[in-house]
Every structure is written in structure tokens, then in C-alpha cells.
């Protein structure tokens, strides 16, 4: 069975009926700072101190790095959508629907993108746990004992207890994320299709009404 060359099939993937390029770059930029923003409020409500410092500008690189991902997540169910009712969305039940799954392709990525974070996070925090274990406070003593402190589950430091702390604020975080992303989504997509009139793909031509003149014979009176 003969296989398409590389070129067309990219050219297929990159096709992005039934919408516009317009409105998959805008989709992708706004979905990807809105979720942005979510991600490093959660980041800064429980994550790594040493990512908290400059909230403004980790939010601009990290929201910039989500874009493209948002725009491949769109092509992914443009794809699927122009497979099963064509490269035009024929009704507003359609453009209705296709919406919907963009803003939950949307809710995945930014999904993926908070857990990454979390455990970019976890690592951060495990290590500054690990690194204040080694000095002392005044006294002389660990300022996190390991070994004596009964600790919850299986620890049996503190060190091991912090550990367990950090991993159940950042798994609370990514927990809640999951709504907050899908409302924010379907908010954002559904406020981007009321920009562009409630379309995705480009405004249907108008039929030209062409007008037919009639000559009208004048009758001459004698």
C-alpha cells in the first residue's frame, strides 16, 4: 500500500480547517498565558521557593513556552474534527462543539504543564530539605533531625516527613488545577469565538445579487 512522502503528510497535519491560522495563533497565544498565569499562582502558593522571586517574568517565559503546545493541541482536534465532518462546520451546534474540545485539549496541555511544574518543583524542594538537614542551629543541633522523630507512614525522620509534606502540597496543587484550567479555558475560547463573530473558520462568501435590468419599451403617442 503506498505511503504518502513526509511533506504531505505535514502539509495535512499543518492544515488547519476547519478554522483559520488567525484564529489557531490567537487561540494558542491567549490559552497559553491564561493557563500560564495559573500555573505559576499555584507555583507560588506551593511550590519551590527559589521560583517565586520574579513572578512577572516567569510567567511571560513559561507562558511563552506553552504557546506552541497550545497551538499543537488545536491542530491535534482540528485534525480530528475536519476527519469526521469535513473542512467546513456547517452549523452552529458544530462550531459549538469543536470549541468545546479545543478548550479541553487546552485543559490537558495546561494539565501536563502544572503537573511538570510541580515536579519540577518537588525536586527543588527535596534538595533545599536535604541541604538544611546538614547544618546546625545555635545549640549545635540539626535544624531537621533524621533518625529519632517518629514521623507519619514509613518515615521515621523528619527529614523524610518534610519530604512527604512537600509531595502532598504539590499533588493538592495539580488536584485543583484541573477545573480551574477547564473554566479558564472555556471562558478564553468562548470570549476569542466571540471575537471572530462565532466563527472559526473564514466568514462565508456573500453571493453577489446581480440585477437584471428590464428595458422598458416606451410606447410613442401620435
Not at 57 to 72: G, K, T, Y
Request: glycine share 10%; with cysteine.
Amino acid at each position: 500500500m503506498p505511503t504518502r512522502p513526509f511533506k504531505d503528510r505535514l502539509r495535512a497535519f499543518l492544515d488547519p480547517r476547519p478554522a483559520r491560522w488567525r484564529t489557531v495563533i490567537v487561540l494558542g497565544i491567549v490559552l497559553g498565558y491564561g493557563d500560564g498565569y495559573v500555573l505559576v499562582a499555584l507555583t507560588g502558593a506551593a511550590g519551590a521557593i527559589e521560583r517565586t522571586n520574579h513572578p512577572f517574568s516567569s510567567w511571560l517565559e513559561e507562558s511563552a513556552f506553552l504557546v506552541p503546545l497550545f497551538i499543537l493541541a488545536e491542530l491535534l482536534v482540528l485534525r480530528r474534527i475536519r476527519r469526521r465532518s469535513g473542512p467546513v462546520l456547517r452549523s452552529g451546534k458544530a462550531v459549538l462543539g469543536t470549541a468545546l474540545l479545543i478548550a479541553v485539549a487546552g485543559t490537558v496541555t495546561g494539565f501536563v504543564g502544572v503537573a511538570v511544574s510541580a515536579a519540577l518543583d518537588y525536586r527543588l524542594q527535596t534538595q533545599l530539605i536535604e541541604f538544611s538537614s546538614r547544618f546546625g542551629d545555635q545549640n549545635g543541633d540539626p535544624l531537621i533531625t533524621a533518625g529519632s522523630t517518629a514521623a507519619r507512614g514509613n518515615c521515621n525522620s523528619m527529614v523524610c516527613n518534610e519530604e512527604r509534606l512537600s509531595l502532598a502540597s504539590d499533588a493538592r496543587g495539580v488536584a485543583i488545577s484541573a477545573p480551574i484550567l477547564l473554566g479558564v479555558n472555556v471562558v478564553l475560547v468562548g470570549w476569542v469565538l466571540a471575537g471572530f463573530g462565532g466563527r472559526l473558520g473564514a466568514p462565508a462568501g456573500r453571493r453577489a445579487t446581480t440585477t437584471i435590468a428590464v428595458p422598458t419599451s416606451s410606447t410613442e403617442k401620435v
